[in-house]
């Protein structure tokens, strides 16, 4: 059942790899002094958190949501809200992101989760536009315009994110702490349950599992999850608005998903990776770069059963 | 006599007009095998909806160990017991014959609101699954992906999956549906086995097995029993023979 060490780094190489280049990124940034490319590299792992996220309900559960970014929303308005009455403690923003997210998830989930297939789909979509509109109408936190957030989470002497490349790696360390939680998930009885009841839920209840109640919990975890994502984006960018939640922020994390390969560890962060990718480079080129990352989706989805992660394997395997 | 495993008392279901099930009684005690035989469209697929729980009688009442789980869910009546095979096969193709049986043994075992360590290391789960393949002879190759196993195997896992419930009542749709004679025989030994210590109710078309196994039988017609006897009885029951076994009886005995 278990491998040696030597045989696991050898099957997991570029994983290993990845997660070496995210942590010496910071070196070879400041020594050629590209501070843009730290910053791509924090929205892309930011972006993955979101997505792996949305992957363990979407991948391993069969739940599609297309309201998913609602909670990147609510935990970016975690920090700026807070910072807008002068309150920067990280540890209440921190905790209003995952509480928010969650007590949103569990709510809509109650709702949600009794519906399936297309009605699933516009019933969360319809969930987070109805939070898109809320945020737009409130006058008092920008409205339309959004909110300046003037300092980044404060924890006091024990760790300060004001400097970027600090905050680098408090969302690299989020990142890893995502996908080891995903891992850890998806292989434990509660992963069984959700990827059981993904792949037959009439059987799932006919042999005794009250499935609705594992499905939730699964809903409001990954809620929770995307809200962390939401906190570090706040942080990030310093500013926050509803477009945040808008129904096409959502797309594009099902995007990502799709294109890395849903339902696999690594799949959601590959597809963020090649998203982010995309859009720094072509977008430099013309402004309908997404004209190719959608020509790329279709042609993932005809030939590329599991996604650029999958095709990868099947790269290796043959070989 | 035993006190019945399972009870039902006019147990009566329509849609739209039509009569699935009316004024439907029966029971089956402990170590019974109780079948309903009738032809299509007779409500007998409907009958064992009625008793997993997937739908909901209009009227009647349906006892269970001596309960009343006319209203239960579906799950909380397969945790008190009561397992059910599916007339079209219904598995979980995309994981390995052992961990399709290994997730009917962790309904079972505890809750499974366990998010951390691997279920992989969860070597009672394996080994109670890999124990229960082998009642059903499926053992040989358990980490053979589901889906790719042939029709009668998949019958044989559906039946593994019932059975690793540890059920007091097994509710059997077809179990036999699809199958060759060699396979058929091979099931009907397993279901032999299995009457000893459990009740099971048999909804089943080929008459060889039902006349094999069936202590008692039902005979269903548009929603309703018109005979309830021994096989022998049913045989020479005038309203069966007019109703529905005049050609049957040909072709089986």
Not at chain 1, 195 to 223: D, H, Q, W
Not at chain 2, 65 to 85: S, Y
Not at chain 2, 116 to 121: C, D, E, F, G, N
């Amino acid at each position: 059942m278990s491998s040696s060490t030597p045989q696991y780094l050898a099957r997991h190489w570029p994983a290993f790899a990845g997660v070496l280049v995210l942590l010496a990124a910071p070196l070879a940034i400041t020594y050629w002094d590209q501070p843009f490319y730290l910053d791509v590299l924090m929205r892309l792992m930011i972006l993955a958190i979101a997505a792996s996220s949305l992957n363990l309900i979407l991948g391993y559960g069969g739940m599609i949501s297309l309201g998913h970014s609602v909670y990147i929303g609510i935990g970016a308005y975690a920090v700026g809200i807070p910072a807008y009455y002068d309150q920067y403690s990280g540890v209440l923003q921190l905790l209003l992101a995952l509480g928010g997210a969650g007590i949103f998830a569990l709510v809509t989930g109650l709702i949600c989760l009794r519906t399936r297939g297309a009605y699933f789909i516009m019933i969360t979509l319809a969930f987070a536009q109805m939070m898109y509109f809320t945020f737009v109408s409130i006058e008092e936190y920008g409205g339309d315009d959004g909110l300046v957030i003037y300092a980044r989470s404060d924890f006091g002497g024990l760790f300060d994110v004001e400097n970027s490349i600090r905050l680098y790696y408090l969302v690299a360390a989020c990142l890893l702490l995502t996908l080891l939680l995903v891992h850890r998930i998806v292989n434990s009885h509660f992963g069984m349950v959700i990827r059981g009841a993904k792949s037959n839920e009439p059987r799932m209840r006919a042999v005794g599992f009250p499935t609705f109640r594992y499905r939730l919990a699964c809903y409001v975890i990954s809620g929770m999850l995307c809200g962390l994502a939401g906190w570090l984006m706040g942080n990030f960018t310093g500013f926050i608005s509803p477009e945040m939640m808008d129904w096409t922020r959502s797309g594009e994390l099902i995007a990502m998903v799709i294109l890395g390969g849903s339902g696999t560890l690594l799949g959601p962060t590959i597809g963020a990776a090649v998203f982010i990718g995309m859009e720094t480079v072509l977008a430099e080129v013309t402004v309908y770069w997404h004209l190719y990352l959608g020509l790329l989706l279709i042609l993932v989805a005809k030939f590329g059963r599991g996604g650029l992660g999958g095709l990868w394997q099947r790269i290796r395997g043959v070989r | 006599m035993n006190a019945p495993l399972l009870e039902v008392s006019a147990l009566s279901r329509s849609f739209g007009g039509i009569a699935a099930a009316s004024e439907l009684s029966l029971q089956v005690v402990h170590g019974e095998v109780h079948a309903i035989i009738g032809p299509n469209g007779a409500g007998k697929t409907t009958l064992v909806s009625l008793l997993a729980g997937e739908l909901r009688p209009d009227s009647g009442s349906i006892r269970f160990c001596g309960e009343t789980i006319t209203a239960m869910p579906v799950h909380a009546r397969a945790q008190r017991g009561l397992a059910r095979t599916f007339q079209i096969t219904s598995i979980f193709p995309e994981f390995s014959a052992v961990g399709n049986v290994a997730m009917a043994v962790q309904a079972h075992a505890n809750h499974s609101f366990r998010f951390w360590r691997p279920v992989a290391a969860d070597m009672a789960l394996r080994q109670r699954a890999l124990e229960v393949l082998q009642q059903v002879g499926l053992a040989d190759a358990p980490d053979r992906n589901a889906g790719e196993m042939s029709h009668g195997e998949h019958r044989l896992l559906e039946m593994a999956m019932a059975l690793a419930t540890r059920p007091a009542l097994l509710l059997l749709d077809e179990p036999a549906a699809g199958l060759g004679p060699e396979e058929t025989t091979a099931m009907v030994a397993i279901l032999r086995k299995l009457r000893q210590d459990k009740g099971i109710l048999l909804v089943e078309h080929d008459m060889d097995v039902v006349f094999a196994i069936a202590d008692r039988i039902t005979v269903m017609v548009s929603g309703r029993a018109i005979a309830t006897g021994s096989p022998q009885a049913i045989r020479e029951d005038d309203n069966v023979r007019k109703a529905y076994l005049g050609e049957g009886l040909h072709e089986s005995a």
